[in-house]
């Protein structure tokens, strides 16, 4: 008989299965972190994810079901075919138009709409429509996976491209992409661009973006026109493109010390958002083929705001769009607003300075060698980072920084209150000193054209328990129909020593339905008194509502779009005593806020609060409010 195998002691069991249990919990522990932390991905590749919604107070019966990733009709396929829809119908609605001269737009052939039948055959023009931004960087990043193009975007609206002109634009890409990619043989110190197939430069580490503009210069565009016969069509759409994201800077000297701009708009003298030399030259060809009798449309497609003075100026630029960056199929509704599918309703998120560079605020951004590796720099900490050098070798650099001086006076609240502060220079091309093309503005915040007009007027106003409400009558005067966007701003009493404010704040808006010519829809538009306090950083150390009189504009007055400078072209009427035809209405004290409310005390809870004494101009530099 065999003898028995002898069994493990209990000391050698614990001695194998504590180890391999304690590792077998430690990995157990650490898949579940990386699967807890990437939950969406895996709930997107296993398809298990169960969504519990809970509706925050008064939205009870919204439908809420998009959320349920399990519900009827929800595949992959189908999601992606919503979110295209969505994202053309985003940009549809986002796109602004800025200038329309003649009625421009949107375009027709001999005279008629555009259609399957009827089509119209353009000169895309500028290297960036063929290879546009699609969004930022970072964060805001697009791929271009199943990408619709401009020129298939164009083509769905019956517009035509001029095939020539493209196959020399790709032909050149192909040709020279590598003169931007940041490269060793470029003079990068390593060679981040591997891409074998053109594609916009690249903005990488702090220290190797590449800021090239490419684009066909005077003799190339030439050419160009020439083989593929473009003067054959007298409309011209001229492409402007800029990238941008976060983590960069963007170059204010366009060289390649300054800028990191290795060969495609390099010139000391200009800076990244107006147009480089070549696409001048570009616009210069445009004209030519544009003759007396075509159209130039000028297409912004940027992630930040440019100089568009000139151009908006210029009497051979019949018509600008700013599209910001589409995204995938964005394009679409660039077609649908061209061929007048769409009209557009869009109005701009940014104020368009004459001159970028001179806002106050330059005095303290960036600095001229902010992209030279082993350069010096006057803005800068003493803690060091760690950077590789143009050599290859390790080297340590001091963080740099920019100083924020401007306090409250970012954007249209610093125009706005320099204007009323009569800051700006008159022009003797424009009426309103605001508009100089010195130091002035272009096109204010909240400014948008139409295919069709519209009146606004507020017809009720009132202030109970803490909130003001505007009941505001929105008319389409015109013969194409469309949407509105009704704009609010008001201005909250000053005093001098006090709090600082700005001249005037946009406090509400909303969006019209689309509306047939000659009919009319009322917007209801409610502001709480908190949403329009002023913080007191000196004295109360919280926001504070001042007693006084407050005036509300409406941004547009008189059938024109003003955005944020309405206030100047406005007539406030007493609240009491409105006409039901106003563009503007103040609530006297008596009548509106009578008492300084401090809104830490609680809802209409009164208290007095103290005074501060700073002064405004400490914000706002060489404009001190009167």
């Not at 959320?67 to 609605?93: C, P």
Request: proline letters at 4%; glycine letters at 10%.
């Amino acid at each position: 008989m065999a003898a028995g195998k002898k069994r493990m002691s209990a000391r050698k069991f614990r001695a194998i299965f504590l180890p391999v249990t304690a590792v077998l919990l430690a990995t157990a522990i650490a898949v579940t972190c990386v699967m807890e932390y990437w939950s969406t991905v895996m709930d997107a590749v296993f398809g298990s994810a169960q969504v519990s919604t809970i509706p925050a107070e008064g939205t009870e019966d919204w439908d809420t079901d998009y959320y349920d990733l399990n519900a009827e009709g929800m595949t992959q396929e189908q999601t992606a075919i919503d979110g295209q829809e969505v994202a053309r119908r985003a940009e549809a609605e986002g796109i602004v138009l800025l200038k329309n001269q003649n009625n421009a737009l949107p375009l027709t052939a001999g005279g008629a709409a555009l259609s399957d039948s009827n089509t119209l055959t353009v000169n895309a023009m500028g290297w960036s429509f063929y290879y546009p931004s699609l969004g930022g960087s970072g964060s805001g990043a697009v791929g271009s996976n199943d990408l619709v193009s401009p020129t298939q975007a164009l083509e769905a609206a019956n517009i035509l491209v001029n095939q020539g002109l493209a196959d020399y634009y790709m032909d050149w890409s192909q040709a020279h992409y590598t003169d931007w990619q940041i490269t060793k043989a470029n003079g990068y110190y390593t060679d981040d661009d591997t891409n074998t197939e053109p594609a916009r430069p690249t903005v990488g580490k702090t220290y190797d973006a590449a800021w090239d503009v490419p684009e066909l210069n005077g003799d190339e565009i030439a050419q160009a026109c020439e083989e593929s016969g473009a003067a054959a069509n007298n409309v011209q759409i001229l492409w402007i493109g800029r990238g941008g994201g976060e983590y960069h800077d963007l170059p204010t000297v366009m060289t390649k010390e300054g800028g990191s701009v290795n060969k495609y708009g390099v010139n000391p003298d200009k800076h990244y958002l107006e147009l480089t030399d070549e696409e001048e030259a570009v616009l210069a060809k445009a004209k030519e083929l544009r003759g007396e009798d075509g159209k130039i449309i000028l297409i912004i497609n940027a992630n930040n705001v440019m100089e568009l003075g000139e151009l908006q100026d210029d009497p051979m630029v019949d018509a600008i769009l700013y599209v910001g960056g589409p995204g995938k199929a964005g394009f679409y509704a660039i077609g649908d607003v061209l061929s007048g599918a769409v009209c557009p309703s869009g109005r701009l998120a940014d104020t368009y300075p004459a001159d970028l560079l001179a806002s106050p605020v330059m005095e303290n951004f960036g600095s001229d060698v902010y992209y030279d590796a082993d350069g010096t720099f006057d803005n800068q900490y003493d803690t060091k980072i760690a950077y590789t050098g143009t050599d290859g070798s390790a080297k340590e650099r001091p963080i740099m920084f920019v100083g924020y001086e401007e306090g409250i006076y970012v954007g249209y609240r610093f125009y706005e209150t320099a204007a009323a502060d009569g800051y700006f220079a008159a022009d003797e091309t424009q009426a309103d000193p605001y508009y100089n093309r010195t130091n002035g503005v272009v096109y204010p915040f909240g400014y948008g054209l139409s295919y069709t007009s519209f009146t606004q007027k507020i017809t009720a106003a009132d202030y109970k328990d803490g909130q003001f409400t505007f009941t505001v009558e929105v008319t389409n005067t015109g013969d194409v129909a469309g949407k509105d966007v009704v704009e609010l701003y008001v201005e909250t009493p000053y005093y001098a020593g006090g709090i600082e404010k700005a001249k005037v704040v946009l406090c509400g808006f909303d969006k019209t339905q689309t509306l047939d010519p000659g009919a009319s829809e009322t917007v209801t538009i409610t502001v709480d008194q908190e949403d329009i306090a002023s913080y007191d950083d000196q004295v109360n150390k919280c926001y504070v509502l001042d007693a006084g009189d407050y005036t509300f504009y409406l941004g547009t007055v008189g059938g024109t779009v003003y955005g944020s400078h309405s206030w100047a072209y406005a007539t406030p009427a007493d609240s009491k005593v409105l006409t039901g035809a106003d563009n503007a209405v103040t609530f006297a004290k008596a009548d509106g806020v009578s008492d300084t409310i401090n809104c830490t005390a609680g809802p209409g809870k009164v208290v007095k609060a103290a005074q501060s004494g700073r002064n405004i101009s400490s914000g706002m530099k060489e404009s001190e409010r009167k």
